[in-house]
């Protein structure tokens, strides 16, 4: 028998072992190609795509990305598997083998591996690069689809950098070959293991590291994001890892001291072989927990700014569209009387006309920054306030005033209640208003000088208003109607209206909303193939190493079977471990993204839960799904050898 015949019935023969690791390979070298092909293609080298340049910057970040993890992926799966295979390599070095025909042995099943996964990922992702094209095409808004080619460049690409690949990982693995005597390698499987133990310092370690790192992600905010983000990372990394090397057999052994669980049914087999799973899995749970905190908190980040664009858009434009005028009966930027005539011929019926008349002014604030503001009534304001959700009216007294910010998720304090603060407004003339404080918020189009509104008693205000002539004065106006998000012609239409000079005083919610949703429409489509990468990656490891110890459940279940355990006993007994072993760290992870979400709606003031609900729903569902597939393929492998 050659050598390449024996690779490839090695192979073969353990297809249960590599079947999940294979996949997950295939998986990523057709995302890789895939990316590669929109990055070749000739229309976005020449720029003849709008937006194309962008969406190339990002898949060549991503390809990066995916290259590092299929690197330490391929890695550690090869690393498991050679462990595995101690006994095998044993025995052929016992009937003859040389060391070095055990390198070339394990090189050519690696390189078989390689070259299946390879033309595989190429093939399935040839197959699939038309819809891509089409699907970033309508992304982009581009009229006519990306067309196809071969993609000669990105196949050369990703067939050269995963050769490199896996042959820099099968040097690696050969290091691990030929350091063990034959009688160590025939031994491996019948060690006796060392009882699973545990640091009560490092299980205090864990539980300081893990609470300390979720109480700064719950009090972090715009202002600290950037001090606490990585101790927060660190943090709860340490404490993960601690989690399933010390506290998981720390809670095993309390359990087991427990004689009412401990003897419950099939409890005293289930705890006693999970004590030790938990420290052998130690390092594979870690990794998957991290790796379920990746895929939850990074998915839900982008569903949240994919479904809540809509949201975010309509706080920062109140209106359909707005501008300022400078000067009350000016219409430098675009006459009132014109615009709403062209909605009409349009057929859209108007909700509200806003006109807020105010007197521009600036002031110093106590740290010394100069800011532009713009004075407005408390009748004015509240009358606006009644008409949007979640913005609460005003009471402001003589002498007083309220300082409005247009962010609603900025953190920034700019003004204090009790301090007085004096204007200067656009006639020359002095005000000195006490403040009330400072709320967020816009309420029109905030564009300078109405951008940061002032908002004084109404006496105040008409004296402040006498004060001003009128070409001093300026006017917001802001058209609100159903069905702003699909009026792009309309205002485009509108738009045309404003001289160039004056656009930085238009505003239209219909071009954000646009440009925002095709944006997040874009990032949630480049991240799934991403997720969906680790996500299988993340799987695959929990489903070779529930095969790295088949040997050695088999013999213990046929030992039991011997005295009396059946058939369905040891079903639930593997039923309940391969639940623990798939959803324990994804319960982790979800416990990690929860806290990173509290983060995140801490930072855009808005309510991420749905979104990130719809996406662990989504993968529990995939989890179970894997989980199911692992528990039967298993069992059927142990049932198979105790029928024997």
């Known amino acids: 028998m050659t050598f390449r015949r024996l690779a490839i019935n090695n192979v073969w023969g353990n297809r249960h072992q590599y079947g999940a690791y294979i996949l997950s390979s295939i998986f990523s070298v057709m995302i890789f190609f895939m990316y590669a092909a929109f990055i070749f293609h000739p229309e976005v080298v020449h720029g003849n795509i709008q937006g194309g340049s962008g969406v190339r910057i990002a898949l060549i970040g991503c390809e990066?990305?995916?290259?590092?993890?299929?690197?330490?992926?391929?890695?550690?799966?090869?690393?498991?598997?050679?462990?595995?295979?101690?006994?095998?390599?044993?025995?052929?070095?016992?009937?003859?083998?040389?060391?070095?025909?055990?390198?070339?042995?394990?090189?050519?099943?690696?390189?078989?591996?390689?070259?299946?996964?390879?033309?595989?990922?190429?093939?399935?992702?040839?197959?699939?690069?038309?819809?891509?094209f089409m699907a970033l095409s309508g992304l982009l808004h581009v009229d006519n689809p990306l067309p196809f080619y071969f993609p000669l460049r990105a196949v050369a690409v990703t067939a050269i950098g995963y050769f490199l690949l896996f042959l820099a990982m099968t040097l690696f693995s050969l290091r691990r070959i030929g350091r063990s005597e034959i009688a160590d390698l025939m031994q491996a499987g019948r060690k006796p293991k060392d009882p699973p133990k545990f640091s009560i310092w490092l299980v205090l370690l864990?539980?300081?590291?893990?609470?300390?790192?979720?109480?700064?992600?719950?009090?972090m905010n715009g202002q600290t994001v950037l001090v606490t983000m990585l101790p927060i990372v660190f943090l709860v990394v340490l404490g993960t890892y601690f989690l399933f090397s010390q506290a998981s057999v720390a809670l095993l052994n309390g359990l087991q001291r427990n004689k009412r669980i401990r003897y419950r049914g099939t409890n005293l087999l289930i705890l006693s072989q999970l004590a030790y799973k938990m420290k052998d899995n130690a390092r594979v749970l870690f990794l998957v927990s991290v790796l379920s905190a990746v895929i939850l908190t990074s998915a839900s980040t982008i569903n949240a700014f994919y479904g809540g664009s809509k949201e975010q858009i309509v706080q920062h434009y109140p209106q359909a569209i707005g501008y300022v005028e400078r000067g009350l009966d000016a219409h430098r930027t675009a006459d009132p009387e014109r615009v709403k005539q062209i909605l009409r011929e349009d057929g859209i019926r108007l909700e509200y006309e806003l006109k807020l008349v105010g007197v521009p002014a600036s002031f110093k604030l106590k740290s010394g920054v100069t800011?532009?503001?713009?004075?407005?009534?408390?009748?004015?304001?509240?009358?606006q306030a009644a008409r949007m959700k979640g913005v609460e009216p005003l009471e402001v007294g003589s002498g007083h005033a309220w300082f409005i910010y247009p962010y609603r998720e900025s953190q920034a304090v700019f003004v204090r209640p009790g301090e007085t603060l004096v204007f200067l407004t656009a006639a020359g003339a002095d005000a000195r208003m006490r403040m009330d404080g400072q709320r967020n918020g816009m309420i029109a189009a905030p564009v300078a000088p109405a951008a940061n509104l002032v908002v004084v008693s109404d006496g105040d205000y008409r004296s402040l208003l006498a004060a001003t002539p009128a070409k001093l004065q300026a006017a917001v106006y802001g058209f609100e109607w159903k069905g702003w998000e699909s009026s792009e012609a309309t205002v485009e239409r509108i738009k045309a209206l404003v001289p160039d000079d004056a656009r930085s005083l238009f505003q239209s919610r219909t071009e954000a909303y646009q440009e925002a949703r095709q944006f997040s429409a874009l990032t949630l489509f480049v991240a799934l193939f991403v997720s969906a990468l680790f996500f299988l990656a993340s799987g695959s490891l929990l489903f070779f190493k529930m095969f790295t110890e088949l040997q050695e459940d088999q013999a213990q279940f046929k030992a039991l079977r011997r005295i009396g355990i059946t058939r369905r006993e040891m079903g639930r007994v593997v039923s309940r471990q391969t639940a623990i072993l798939f959803y324990l760290p994804c319960a982790v992870g979800a416990v990690h993204a929860a806290f990173a979400m509290v983060a995140l709606g801490n930072l855009l003031s808005m309510n991420v839960w749905l979104y990130a609900g719809m996406v662990l729903l989504i993968y529990l569902a995939l989890q179970t799904l894997y989980c199911w597939t692992a528990r039967r393929t298993y069992l059927r492998s142990i049932f198979r050898e105790d029928a024997r």
């Open 206 to 219: 864990c539980v300081l590291s893990l609470g300390a790192g979720y109480g700064l992600a719950a009090a």
């Open 64 to 132: 990066y990305v995916i290259i590092v993890f299929s690197f330490f992926f391929v890695l550690y799966s090869s690393s498991a598997f050679l462990k595995t295979r101690q006994k095998e390599f044993g025995l052929l070095l016992l009937f003859g083998f040389t060391r070095g025909k055990l390198r070339r042995l394990v090189t050519y099943e690696n390189m078989l591996i390689c070259l299946l996964s390879v033309a595989a990922g190429i093939g399935i992702g040839l197959l699939f690069s038309k819809l891509f």
């Open 371 to 383: 800011m532009e503001g713009m004075f407005v009534s408390a009748s004015d304001y509240n009358a």
